[in-house]
Structures are given as C-alpha cells and as structure tokens.
C-alpha cells in the first residue's frame, strides 16, 4: 500500500518564498521534551506510548524535500529527518480494517490523511530540520511531513496517531479544506476531487 512519492519540485499553483510563515490554530502549546509522549493506537495490533528517546532511537531516514503551504508559498529544499511512519505501522501491526490516519497534536489540532499516503516510502514523523530539532514554532519536538501532501497535513506539535476505519473531519476540514490535499493535484478545498478518488460514503480509498 504505497502512493506515488519521489516526484520533487514545485507544485502547480505554487511560488517559492525565502520566509516561513507560522501558523497555530490554538496557540503555541508548551512542550517539555522529557513529558512528551507520542501515542500510537486505533487499529492496531500493538498500541503503545512512545518517549522521545524511543523515536529518536528508531531508525532514522533522511530527505530534502519542499515544503509546500495550501495558501501557495513553498520553502525550498528543506533537510527532514525522522522514523517513516511505515516503520511506526511494522512496529504496531495495523489491521486490514485501517484506512486513515487521524494525527492529533498537543494543542488540540487534527488533520486527517489516507493511510496509502501516510504510507509512502518518503512520509516522516519528522523530529529535525535543516540538521537541528525542530524549532518550537515548527512543531517541536516531532511532526508529520508528508511531501506530496499539503503543509496543513503536516500536523505540528504531534501526540497522537491514530489508526482509523473510515474519513473524519480535522480543524482545517471543517472549514472546506480538502480530505486528501495533494499538491500535484491542486486539491486545496473539498469539491476537487483529482485522479485519485476518494470515496465519499465509506472513507476509504482504492489501493
């Protein structure tokens, strides 16, 4: 269950920008690195409650890739590094019944994503950029990053992934941004659906 990643550069409908813009739908949490605890539970064989030393000691993949926001700026090649969350899948054992993935983070944020998304071979539960941790308004100590997906899918200040059977609405989703929101399709709002076709009554998607 892999979706199409590798292809880099900038998405359609995007323009580079030398300056991130921070976003917090809630604020900015406080986040002591020795409290932090990852949850990862659902469908799953195996839940289990996670330290930062346990991720960190995981095996650690990688990438440069951009980044790019639904609101159409893109940072350029930025380093990530983290566990793929098909490690975090194998370690679990996520039952056939699973078709999304519900990240839930510190501060209340949710953003939903197809599982097939999550996982490809170049999506991360990410806990540095550019050779250093995560800044605290980037989401430290860990967030997805998922290249082929939109930034808000990218959810800051992790705390939770959850397995699911079927699609639900995160913060973003209630106000019309799209379930999937895959930048080479342009699938900013709900109403686009592109060549990869999300089946509305059930949640799931074609594998």
């Known amino acids: ?56 000691r995981m095996p650690q993949t990688r990438l440069t890739r951009d980044f790019q926001c639904v609101t159409k700026w893109s940072i350029k090649d930025v380093v990530w590094e983290g566990v793929r969350l098909v490690e975090i899948a194998r370690l679990v054992g996520v039952k056939p019944e699973a078709q999304w993935v519900m990240f839930r983070c510190a501060d209340g944020y949710t953003a939903p994503v197809p599982l097939e998304d999550a996982m490809s071979e170049d999506a991360l539960i990410a806990l540095r950029m550019n050779g250093a941790p995560i800044p605290h308004p980037q989401g430290y100590p860990a967030r997805p990053f998922i290249p082929h997906l939109y930034g808000w899918k990218s959810a800051k200040w992790l705390s939770e992934v959850e397995f699911a059977p079927s699609y639900a609405d995160g913060y973003w989703e209630k106000f019309g941004y799209h379930e999937r929101g895959n930048i080479w399709e342009e699938e900013r709002f709900k109403g686009h659906v592109g060549t990869h076709r999300l089946h509305r009554s059930t949640g799931s998607v074609p594998v």
Request: charged share 25%; proline share 9%; no cysteine.
């Open 1 to 56: 269950m892999s979706a199409p990643s590798g292809r880099v550069g900038l998405a359609p409908g995007q323009y580079y920008s030398k300056r991130w813009i921070y976003y917090s739908a809630f604020g900015e949490p406080e986040v002591r690195p020795e409290a932090w605890r990852l949850k990862i539970d659902g469908l799953v064989e195996r839940p289990v409650v996670l330290t930062l030393d346990d991720v960190e």
